[in-house]
T-cell receptor, first 115, second 111 residues
Framework: AQKITQTQPGMFVQEKEAVTLDCTYDTSDPSYGLFWYKQPSSGEMIFLIYQGSYDQQNATEGRYSLNFQKARKSANLVISASQLGDSAMYFCAMRGEGGSEKLVFGKGTKLTVNP | DVKVTQSSRYLVKRTGEKVFLECVQDMDHENMFWYRQDPGLGLRLIYFSYDVKMKEKGDIPEGYSVSREKKERFSLILESASTNQTSMYLC??????????FGDGTRLSIL
């Protein structure tokens, strides 16, 4: 069965610094997709970035990049130049096995950006 | 932009009541999902639907049912609400192999 592990319950970073949020995954399916979502205290889930298992390059979206290491089964989110508004819960997720559209989520990391 | 609208941000109901949570999306997505979110447990899938009148159980379907009579609307039903169903409920929609887009969530309290 698929599994997503986020080992950091909480992280702190100074404003304007970079931070890496860890995500490891487990799957027997050779084709999969990995997602990162942000959830501010207001509750909505915001899609940040996507990496396909066959993508040759690491995904980037503005200040977000995904450090995808397939052999290590890791898909860490890197946020550059942190802003106060980046304080939120961050969830890593994987698309379901066998082409299923379901997502399996990790338990999340709470990021706090300090001024 | 994709818009997923959940009918209530906050809802308070009593034990034993039948509770309906409604979700509407405006992007003609074929897939719709209901999750619940509890502290320390992340998001867990309750049910999802890949087409009108089609549904599949997720990881925690017990005590819940769903209805999808129209493509844009996906309803979650608590047949007889219990206190252990107090939670945050999130609806999402997607088209094939695209990211899921979420509503703002419903914080449901069962007293």
């Amino acid at each position: 069965a698929q599994k997503i592990t986020q080992t950091q319950p909480g992280m702190f970073v100074q404003e304007k610094e970079a931070v890496t949020l860890d995500c490891t995954y487990d799957t027997s399916d050779p084709s999969y997709g990995l997602f990162w979502y942000k959830q501010p205290s207001s509750g909505e889930m915001i899609f940040l970035i996507y990496q396909g298992s066959y993508d040759q390059q690491n995904a980037t979206e503005g200040r977000y990049s995904l450090n995808f290491q397939k052999a290590r089964k890791s898909a860490n989110l890197v946020i550059s130049a942190s802003q106060l508004g980046d304080s939120a819960m961050y969830f890593c997720a994987m698309r379901g096995e066998g082409g299923s559209e379901k997502l399996v989520f990790g338990k999340g990391t709470k990021l706090t950006v300090n001024p | 932009d994709v818009k997923v609208t959940q009918s209530s941000r906050y809802l308070v109901k009593r034990t034993g009541e039948k509770v309906f949570l409604e979700c509407v999306q405006d992007m003609d997505h074929e897939n719709m999902f209901w999750y619940r979110q509890d502290p320390g447990l992340g998001l867990r899938l309750i049910y999802f639907s890949y087409d009108v009148k089609m549904k599949e159980k997720g990881d925690i379907p017990e005590g819940y049912s769903v209805s999808r009579e129209k493509k844009e609307r996906f309803s979650l039903i608590l047949e007889s609400a219990s206190t252990n169903q107090t939670s945050m409920y999130l609806c999402a929609s997607s088209s094939r192999e695209r990211p899921q887009h979420f509503g703002d969530g419903t914080r449901l309290s069962i007293l």
